[in-house]
């Protein structure tokens, strides 16, 4: 009996320390376990942080490039130490580009994407023709396919008949007039002289009505017509001139000419800018040009299509500006993209050597003097004409487009670019 009970007694303390030895050999394979899960977790949660910061780096890379004017091609990759990020930049549409970066970090993949988008400045040109102080003259069948806001008289030029507009004219400012036009639409003025409108005359009491009729009604009115400013301000200009000086700046005078297409812009040009002979300028940014610029003998100035996309562009002259025959300015051939060609050129009465003189019909531009004459000549075509004083020779027209109510002006990749979307899209 005792030899039983020993044998029992051992039995039991071995079964107990067997059983100890499972309990804890599990809480230890359980608590490796959990640390093993948690390590692998915390790792997984490190490596995809990694590739999260993989593919910032990527996208920071590419913002970089594109406002520093650095190389770049699309897609491309950048190695960032042990992870990668492969990036694609897509073209300028509407004003932006869209970036993506991919990070990969041992086989961990994140994604962000970003809206570069560039500043611009949304300018509306509400009248085929808005002119300031200085009036309008209407050569013999000049046409304005569009309103009118002026604050001077529209009148006749010299000799001329009758200048025609398709829509409605305001002159703003007592003791200004219309005189001398057949007007499609509706016509507000102090005054009216030999004049034909179609809709409804509405004058400024203490105004004379002469040898005018209306096709609606006749209405006086107490209170004068407001004046307009002109759309683009000062700072506006200020602005566009320290974009293009940051480009550059050439001193004296500058010419392409020859059979050459010539990538040109942000700059400044301290002299005079002549584009001749078949050349073509590329512009790639706002260019300033202190002197007169001269277009001639076959050349062309257009936008530079991956620059501006569906944006518009600047060229500015403290001088004049002169189009001459057979030469050609074009947007970036994108839907909504002007080229203005803008003169801070004082003179204004001299029809001989205006501000801006134009003997071409144009593709797309816009032309604009804050204090000058803008002429166009014999027989020619443009989109819009802005300025202080107008004249439209003998049959010469303005064929306003609407979307010119909302044009959006760039400097081009010299511009300022801000991110205006920052997301993790995988």
Excluded: H
Excluded at 270 to 292: E, H, S
Excluded at 368 to 382: A, D, E, F
Aim: hydrophobic share 35%; with cysteine.
């Amino acid at each position: 009996m005792p030899i039983i009970k020993n044998y029992q007694d051992g039995f039991a303390a071995f079964y107990i320390t067997v059983l100890i030895l499972t309990v804890i050999f599990a809480m230890a394979v359980s608590i490796y376990i959990l640390i093993y899960g948690e390590q692998k977790i915390s790792g997984n949660i490190i490596k995809s942080s990694q590739a999260y910061y993989t593919a910032e780096a990527g996208i920071e890379d590419a913002l970089l490039r594109l406002a520093k004017g650095m190389a770049w091609s699309s897609p491309y990759t950048l190695n960032n130490g042990n992870g990668s990020a492969q990036i694609e930049i897509l073209d300028i549409s509407g004003g932006s580009r869209t970036i993506t970066s991919r990070g990969d970090f041992s086989n961990r993949i994140r994604k962000i994407q970003t809206v570069y988008k560039i500043s611009t400045q949304e300018i509306a040109f509400f009248y085929g023709a808005q002119i300031g102080e200085g009036g309008l003259l209407m050569g013999n069948n000049s046409r304005v396919q569009g309103n009118i806001y002026s604050n001077g008289s529209v009148l006749p030029a010299k000799g001329g008949d009758k200048g025609i507009i398709d829509d409605s004219v305001t002159v703003a400012i007592n003791n200004n007039l219309i005189e001398g036009l057949q007007i499609g639409k509706d016509a507000q003025a102090y005054s009216c002289k030999n004049s034909t409108i179609e809709g409804t005359l509405t004058y400024v009491s203490g105004g004379i009505i002469q040898n005018c009729t209306a096709g609606e009604t006749i209405i006086e009115q107490p209170d004068e017509i407001s004046p307009q400013d002109l759309p683009i301000t000062q700072g506006q200009i200020d602005s566009w001139k320290q974009g293009a000086e940051g480009g550059g700046v050439i001193f004296g005078d500058y010419t392409i000419s020859g059979k050459i297409t010539q990538n040109f812009g942000p700059r400044k040009i301290t002299g005079n800018l002549l584009v001749d002979n078949n050349a073509t300028l590329n512009m790639t940014g706002t260019i300033w040009v202190v002197g007169n610029l001269t277009i001639k003998n076959g050349a062309t100035i257009k936008l530079d299509s991956n620059s501006y996309g569906s944006m518009s562009g600047v060229l500015l002259a403290d001088g004049k500006i002169k189009v001459k025959p057979n030469t050609y300015l074009q947007g970036s051939g994108q839907e909504g993209s002007y080229l203005l060609l803008l003169s801070t050129n004082p003179e204004v009465l001299d029809t001989a050597n205006p501000a801006i003189d134009v003997d071409n019909n144009t593709d797309a531009a816009i032309f604009y003097t804050t204090q000058g004459l803008i002429v166009l000549r014999n027989n020619i075509q443009v989109w819009e004409v802005t300025g202080y004083k107008v004249f439209l020779d003998n049959n010469a027209e303005i064929l306003y487009e609407s979307g010119l109510e909302s044009a959006s002006f760039s400097s081009g990749p010299g511009g300022s670019w801000e991110v205006a979307s920052w997301q993790e899209i995988e």
